[in-house]
């Protein structure tokens, strides 16, 4: 019997222990955190600020959130202005990040804004990638607990309409009304084109910016002759693309993702009737990825997506110093377009949490509300992918630069658009 | 104490086959749509007769590629009795190892200068690693699992189906890659004065040959013979001598085989490869060796075919006579819609025999 | 000492080498490294490393099962352990300097092993470079072999404290989310336990010492609580049994308050795979129909509650306009037209293929989940069922004072739809019905000749599955409040089916464990998204190898299965005895 | 004069095989009739297609003013036919109280609503049902009711056999067709089987038809015996009648036998 007694006394002593390394409490807190309807984010001495990410890293859409999230840890790293791996600091504080998935999903979304929420120290969070994971689900759940949500590709018009609009969401993402209608100017305007069909793959994304430039395209003058969808994961197009050559129209539109847009590439070059029909994607497959699945298939069609070139100080940039960090240190060429939004994303953040963070002694206590507002005043700042401009409704693209390039070669991305158009949203 | 008296009109109304009624009209519904829908297509006349054609090729060659994924399927299943879901992933592991031989060759210019050569060691490549994967599946996922009731293996099976597609993300990585092209494979081959791709020429031939070895393979040699006896009855197979293991491992090792070889197949037509490749087709495979009777391999190869002509043609065919937006995007409509239909009139698919009520 | 250089040894160790580089190459040990489970001791990824060679040498020291011609070999385990984890050692080590020669001489080995990164090199090295990583993990092989080895030196209760101890640690780094999130809802400081996601070095050894010491006293008392609990005369054993069903109703009121929104949230998720796990279970459990396609009756349950409540959807816009001024068109009065669409709709998809054998059942059950899948996704829907922009802003259920939407409000509503179809779960199965179901599951043409009507049995199974399952898309609705039609995807189907068949086929509790198993623990584990559906399929295989019965198997299932050997044996003899 | 089981001209042909070849076969109230032939001569196929597992192609077949041509074996069994199996069928993970319970099914109306609210009807339903499933086990004396909880699949062979025969008895049938129900049986069983059968005929009022291979069992309880060959009725009549009938020992001796005797 002894030896349990003994055991029992040392429980006794781990319990005591536990009850003992309880008892430690923080100092006071700054006036404007009273004042702020959300209070303030604490960050104690020698600790992180932490960012958190809601992007989609699962699933078949996984390399398009994998390649946003990169963007964001290459902004951290460059805040101590070189790309060292080592993260910047704002006031003595280096930033963090918790990284969580939205699944592209409704229920992915909220799950992962979710697991945000429940994490006090969470500063703001750079999400979603899809759409479906951002509408009426994270927007809100963020917005209702004050922290703010900034996307570096949700381009789905309803996340910014005034009725639909949370007061904590912005995007660094252009708004599909400006990318469909340019696109559209551009068939009509610079090819000459009169007739056009449409092909989406049911994802918010593809069907909203395919809707946008039916309706520009058919009130500029032109017709549309066939507007049909596929699968996404199936790969045998040719029935769709028979569909559309029954009637061959002078453009096809297919603004989807990767994975369908290599092959629907490829089999439309094979399709008898599309012969002389200039085929027409969006920043979905503005990527090496992209041009790597379609092949020389894919030499003469033309991309829409941001127009990096026309801001000369950073294009220098991005094609260099953040290109080459990027390859270093995720191995290989970016695999979707929304890396350099995400990194725009998070710069944005960077400054406006220097403009409004507090100080006091080691700690420093950033207000939630301010922090939204800055980034709502974010004028002027020159990003990688334009100027960012926010508009009281989340828009910071509301004046951006929408870019048509033309693929010569598969073996790298076009530098410049052969098209370019400054929209703004009214 | 002899029953109460029944009333007979209770008995009536069960005489009243409420099941046949609700199976008669939905077929008559399915058969409708069906007849209505395509008169009104050909009457629109948007399709020309050369459009129907190249649907029908289409069809032809997507099919040939689910009859020889199916055949695989079929033949697990006539073993063990069992959905082996993971069957997809055992296609796809072979396609996406192939593709780093390819691009080595790609590159090194071999490919195009023999090519033959280059697509004998790829379709090598690619057999030997499904036909690994796949004796693996079966020695470490469902040996074990022989004599549990049947819905254990099929969760296995998914199980495994999982492990597999994130094993492979985990190693080749997650984006979708082309493979390089092989000029010899580009451009088409006039066949009694119609133009057709060399691809899915390529496709349909090889599927018929492999079929027809499979067929003989199954109805002639001692292994075809001992895989159908295990088939019939394990033990009394055991007690002929047979060793049931190691013709399990031959079911398994063909059909990997097989899978590898329709892999590369595949990425002829479709030519890219990406670690979710497996899992579509897979499903519709299983259905084609439903749809042609499960267990048969004159059924799988039949049901593949006529799984893929119906997806190709079915949608515009059925739907765009009568105004349906997007008829394409209801093509897993039209197919398993098709599919219910003959299963309700051929319980046991076209060549499968439906179970016989035996007392 | 030649003994243990058996040729088994040395495959146990390889097949331990292979199974370490497996967890490399996939680039589990260099993403897991991002999460200490000691803070700044040792990284996830590590201690993988450590596992993987322990287990070789723990495994291969297993006292081996007598197989005929093969005398046993009889080494002390210790020296089994020390050749296994080293023969796993060199061939990880040899691996690792080969891929670090592949590097070196300039082949892009990355373009085709897409995770052999610098970081997954150094993780494997122990950052001591190429030669001097190849050699740590020989030395570790050995070592950790050989003590994995002479554990089974230990007596049972020693080795299985030990064992318990160092999983104790394990488990207690990996609840950090949810431990962490527990003392934040309570306001009690975690920096003593817990510092940036790992176990801080005090939090580890106070974790071993309650451990052992737990572990140690309950084995030490066990004997002792066995006599007690068999002296319990019967009512007081069922009065117990009644307190431990309160209390552990009670303990699940309580438990949202205790962890946290986003537990909660989790547990939300949890609740819905139970209630379709009930549902389902109705069907595959008690009639035994293979059923792959439930997915169909979720979206119905979602997509119906969307058009009929939400503002947005186009029957409540113009044909509903004066139930909508009423509040008609709100989720309580929605929600038993929305279960009798799914049963009218269960009736119609089931009525003509029951009859179907097992696998062709499946396939066509498959076929109409695709098939709804594709209708609510569609364009030619989409003006009534919103098609790829889904429907969105559902309200949450009224009253609004309540907001059911709130993780922890949620919680309750599906807690108590739960509680409903558990009700009706277990009602059904033992009456009459229930009778019926399971003398058709066992022998159908039996049961027909006494008298149950197949068909109609079937149909009511099929029937009711659909109405809880639809009962878990008004959930849903109710839950997320925007709809979209890449929730209700293959995968919705095979998850509520493992979750029914691990859990244990036709067992209520079976139903809840499996899904906490299945749905709860991936999130846990939301860092590491992308192993999630990894770990996922490997323990689907392999709780299905290790209990095909499923974790908590109902006992009449239990039975089935043995009743079915038995079977089989007697009537081996009841042919012999007719025949001789 | 109406017969309870009347069947005119009933064949049934599997492929090549005419199973059963324009037979005409009937049982009165009350009475024991025992059916013999030579494997394969089609006994089993007429209980299968007497009990509805499959429609005959031709012939009619009436039970107690009922027409069961079409209807299915759950019809035919609530009309009041119960069967037993040539290899015993029970539902082995269940026990042996429950066995007998789904035996009365037919004879019960409990539907979800009674199951889940276990209203007053529902409740004395079940209580009716177990009583009457005990009855009907209890008719075995004590082989069978001390042993209500265990499972079917342990009980000895015999005892299955009880059980099987117990099960239709709790369909509350009027007439009870056994499929070789001495099949595997010792002498001292068979002794106890026809005085069973008896019982079951003076007791209960059942009315009996059995295919039976043993000889003593046919003779120890038949009134009447008919006899099967390649689907075809070859004899009826008394026990003694058939057994000195020409065809039936052909049938069983085959011809060369029978010239060697004469």
């Known amino acids: 019997m002894r030896t349990s007694k003994l055991w029992r006394i040392t429980l006794l002593l781990a319990v005591l222990a536990l009850i003992a390394g309880a008892c430690t409490d923080s100092g006071g807190v700054p006036a404007e955190c009273e004042s702020d309807a959300f209070g303030c984010v604490e960050v104690g001495a020698g600790d992180p600020i932490e960012v958190g990410t809601l992007l989609v890293i699962t699933g078949p859409n996984a390399f398009l959130g994998q390649d946003s999230q990169n963007g964001v840890v290459l902004a951290a790293d460059y805040l101590d202005g070189t790309f060292d791996q080592v993260n910047g600091e704002i006031d003595g504080h280096v930033i963090s990040f918790n990284h969580q998935d939205d699944g592209c999903s409704a229920d992915g979304g909220q799950s992962g804004a979710q697991s945000l929420v429940s994490d006090t120290a969470i500063v703001a969070v750079i999400g979603t990638s899809c759409s479906s994971a951002a509408l009426g689900v994270a927007d809100k759940i963020l917005s209702d607990r004050g922290i703010a949500l900034i996307s570096p590709s949700n381009t789905g018009p309803a996340l910014t309409e005034p009725s639909q609009h949370q007061p904590f969401y912005l995007r660094t993402a252009h708004n599909d009304k400006l990318q469909g209608a340019a696109v559209a100017n551009f068939a009509y305007n610079e090819l000459g084109a009169r007739t056009a069909a449409t092909i989406h793959d049911g994802s918010p994304y593809a069907d909203g910016l395919q809707q946008v430039f039916a309706d520009r395209f058919v009130e500029l003058g032109g017709e549309i002759t066939v507007q049909d969808a596929i699968q996404v994961g199936d790969t045998d197009f040719t029935s769709v693309l028979t569909t559309v050559a029954a009637n061959p129209p002078d453009v096809l539109y297919y603004p989807i993702f990767v994975a369908e847009g290599g092959l629907i590439t490829q089999q439309a070059r094979q399709t008898a009737g599309l012969e002389n029909t200039t085929l027409i994607g969006s920043d979905g497959m503005l990527t090496q990825g992209f041009l790597d699945a379609a092949g020389e298939a894919s030499i003469g069609m033309y991309l829409s997506g941001p127009d990096l070139s026309a801001f000369s100080g950073d294009a220098a940039f991005y094609a260099g110093a953040f290109k080459t960090a990027y390859a270093a240190q995720f191995g290989g060429e970016p695999g979707a377009a929304f890396h350099a939004h995400s990194y725009d994303a998070a710069n944005m953040l960077f400054k406006a949490i220097e403009k409004v963070g507090i100080v006091d002694g080691d700690a420093l206590y950033i207000p939630r509300t301010a922090l939204k507002d800055a980034l709502f005043e974010t004028q002027g700042l020159v990003g990688i992918t334009g100027t960012l401009n926010c508009n009281a409704d989340g828009d910071c693209q509301s004046t951006a630069t929408i870019g048509v390039y033309q693929v010569e070669t598969p073996d790298s991305l076009p530098a410049a658009p052969v098209y370019s158009e400054v929209a703004t949203l009214e | ?359 | ?580 | 004069m109406s017969h309870l089981l009347d069947l005119e001209g009933v064949s049934k042909r599997f492929g090549g095989v005419q199973a059963v070849d324009q037979v005409d076969f009937h049982a009165d109230q009350g009475e024991i009739v025992g059916v013999i032939g030579p494997n394969g001569a089609g006994k089993t196929t007429l209980f299968n297609v007497v009990t509805g597992f499959y429609g005959p192609d031709s012939g009619k077949i009436r039970f107690d003013g009922n027409n069961l041509v079409g209807l299915k074996p759950n019809q035919i069994t609530k009309v009041g036919i119960a069967r037993t199996f040539q290899a015993v069928r029970l539902f082995g993970a269940m026990t042996v109280l429950e066995n007998a319970m789904v035996g009365q099914h037919p004879r019960t109306r409990a539907g979800v609503f009674g199951a889940l609210f276990h209203t007053s009807s529902t409740r004395s339903e079940e209580e009716r049902v177990q009583a009457k499933a005990g009855a009907a086990l209890d008719f075995f004396g004590d082989r069978l009711s001390p042993r209500l909880n265990s499972l079917a699949s342990e009980l000895a062979y015999a005892d299955r056999r009880r059980l099987e025969i117990a099960r239709a008895m709790a369909t509350e049938p009027k007439l009870l067709l056994l499929d070789e129900p001495a099949a595997g049986m010792n002498p001292a069983e068979k002794d106890g089987l026809i005085e069973l059968i008896g019982r079951l005929r003076d007791e209960k009022g059942y009315s009996i038809v059995l295919i039976e291979h043993d000889m003593p069992v046919i003779s120890g309880v038949s009134d009447r015996v008919v006899a099967l060959d390649y689907g075809k009725k070859i004899a009826e009549g008394t026990y003694e009648e058939v057994a000195a009938n020409q065809q039936v020992i052909e049938a069983y001796l085959g011809k060369s036998a029978t010239q060697g005797q004469t």
Request: proline share 4%; charged share 15%.
């Open chain 3, 1 to 580: 000492m030649r003994a243990a250089l058996s040729r088994d040894n040395v495959r146990a160790g390889l097949i331990g080498g292979v199974t370490v580089l497996y967890l490399a190459l996939v680039g589990m040990i260099e993403r897991f490294q991002d999460r200490d489970v000691i803070t700044d001791v040792i990284g996830l990824g590590t201690l993988l490393i450590l596992i993987g060679l322990a287990g070789t040498g723990y495994m291969a020291s297993r006292p081996p099962k007598p197989r005929p011609g093969r005398k046993p070999v009889t080494a002390n385990p210790a020296l089994i352990g020390l050749v296994a984890g080293t023969t796993a050692g060199v061939l990880a080590g040899a691996v690792i300097l080969i891929l670090e020669l592949l590097i070196s001489a300039g082949v892009d080995v990355r373009s085709v092993l897409a995770s052999v990164t610098p970081g997954m090199l150094s993780t494997m090295e122990f950052g001591l470079g190429p030669v001097g990583g190849a050699l740590i993990l020989v030395g570790l092989g050995a070592a950790l072999g050989a003590g994995a080895g002479a554990l089974r030196l230990l007596s049972d209760q020693l080795r299985d404290t030990v064992t318990f101890t160092l999983t104790a640690v394990l488990l207690m780094s990996l609840m950090e989310p949810i431990l962490s999130a527990v003392l934040d809802g309570l306001s009690l400081p975690d920096r003593w336990l817990y510092e940036g996601g790992g176990l801080t070095v005090l939090g580890a050894v106070l974790t071993v010492v309650a451990a052992g010491a737990g572990r140690w006293f309950w084995k030490e008392r066990e004997p002792q609580r066995k006599e007690a609990v068999a002296l319990l005369p019967a009512d007081r054993r069922t009065l117990y049994r009644k307190l431990a069903v309160f209390a552990a109703v009670a303990f699940l009121v309580v438990l949202p308050w205790l962890v946290g929104s986003f537990i909660s949230d989790v547990l939300g998720t949890v609740g819905l795979y139970v209630l379709l796990g009930l549902g389902l279970n109705i069907v595959v459990g008690y009639a035994g129909l293979l059923d792959l396609g439930y997915v169909a009756f979720f979206a119905v349950g979602a997509y119906a509650t969307g058009v009929l409540t939400s503002p947005a959807s186009y029957l409540v816009r113009e044909e509903g306009q004066l139930f909508a001024e009423k509040g008609l068109t709100n989720f309580w009065v929605a929600l038993p037209f929305v279960v009798l669409i799914a049963v009218i709709i269960g009736i119609l998809i089931g009525a003509p293929v029951l009859r179907l054998r097992g696998d062709y059942l499946a396939i066509v059950t498959l076929g109409f989940g695709e098939i709804i899948r594709t209708l609510v996704l569609s364009d030619w829907l989409a003006p009534y069922l919103g098609g790829a922009q889904g429907l969105l802003n559902v309200p949450p259920p009224p009253p609004e004072a309540l907001d059911l939407r709130a993780p922890q409000n949620v919680y309750y509503l599906i807690l108590v739809f739960c509680g409903i179809a558990a009700f009706v779960a277990w009602r059904l199965s033992d009456s009459r019905i229930g009778r019926a179901w399971a003398a058709m599951r066992e022998d159908e043409s039996v049961a027909e000749a006494m008298g149950v009507s197949i068909i109609r049995y079937k149909l009511l199974a099929f029937a009711m599955g659909a109405g809880v399952g639809s009962l878990g898309g008004v959930f849903f609705a109710a839950k997320i409040g925007s709809i979209f039609p890449n929730s209700f995807g293959l995968l919705v189907s095979i998850n509520v089916l493992s979750v029914i068949i691990l859990g244990g086929l036709g067992s209520i509790p079976g139903v809840i464990v499996g899904s906490a198993v299945l749905v709860g623990l991936p999130e846990l584990l939301r860092e590491f998204a992308e192993f999630r559906l990894l770990i996922y399929g490997a323990i689907l295989v392999a709780i299905m190898i290790l209990r095909p019965e499923g974790l908590v198997p109902n006992k009449r299932r239990q039975r089935e299965l043995h009743a079915r050997d038995a079977e089989a044996e007697l009537s081996v003899i009841v042919t012999d005895e007719a025949t001789s």
């Open chain 2, 1 to 359: 104490m002899t029953a109460p008296a029944t009333s007979s009109r209770r008995l009536r109304f069960e005489r009243l086959p409420l099941r046949r009624i609700i199976l008669i009209s939905l077929s008559i519904a399915i058969v409708y749509g069906v007849v209505a829908g395509s008169a009104a297509t050909l009457r629109m006349g948007t399709f020309t007769a050369a459009d129907w054609r190249s649907l029908v090729i289409n069809g032809i060659a997507r099919g040939s590629v689910y009859a020889l994924i199916a055949i695989g399927y079929t033949l697990v299943y006539g073993i063990l009795f069992m959905i082996n879901f993971a069957h997809g992933e055992v296609f796809m592991s072979g396609a996406y190892t192939a593709f780093f031989v390819a691009v080595a060759f790609g590159r090194s210019g071999y490919l195009n200068a023999h090519p033959l050569v280059s697509i004998g060691a790829i379709l090598i490549v690619s057999m030997v690693t499904s036909t690994l994967v796949a004796v693996i599946l079966e020695r470490v996922a469902y040996r074990p699992l022989r004599g549990a009731p049947r819905l254990v293996p099929l969760i296995t099976a998914i199980g495994a189906s999982f492990f597999l597609q994130y094993t492979f993300r985990g190693l080749y990585g997650a984006q979708a890659r082309a493979y390089p092209t092989i000029n010899v494979l580009q451009g088409t081959w006039t066949i009694f004065g119609v133009e057709i791709l060399r691809t899915q020429v390529i496709v349909v031939v090889a599927a018929i040959l492999l079929w027809i070895a499979l067929f003989t393979f199954v109805a002639k040699t001692r292994t075809g013979r001992s895989m159908r006896a295990v088939g019939e009855d394990r033990e009394i197979a055991a007690l002929m001598g047979i060793n049931v293991d190691r013709t399990i491992v031959a079911t398994f090792a063909i059909g990997g085989a097989l899978a590898g070889a329709a892999g590369i197949l595949y990425v002829f037509l479709f030519n890219q490869v990406i670690f979710t490749m497996g899992f579509f087709p897979g499903i519709k495979a299983f259905t084609a060796a439903v749809l042609g009777g499960i267990g048969s391999v004159t059924g799988a190869a039949m049901g593949g075919l006529l799984l893929g002509v119906l997806e190709a043609v079915g949608p515009n065919l059925f739907l765009t006579g009568v105004g349906v937006p997007s008829p394409n995007q209801l093509q897993p409509v039209v197919a398993f819609g098709i599919l219910v239909l003959v299963l309700i009139f051929l319980p046991g698919g076209f060549l499968g025999a439906p179970e016989e009520k035996r007392a």
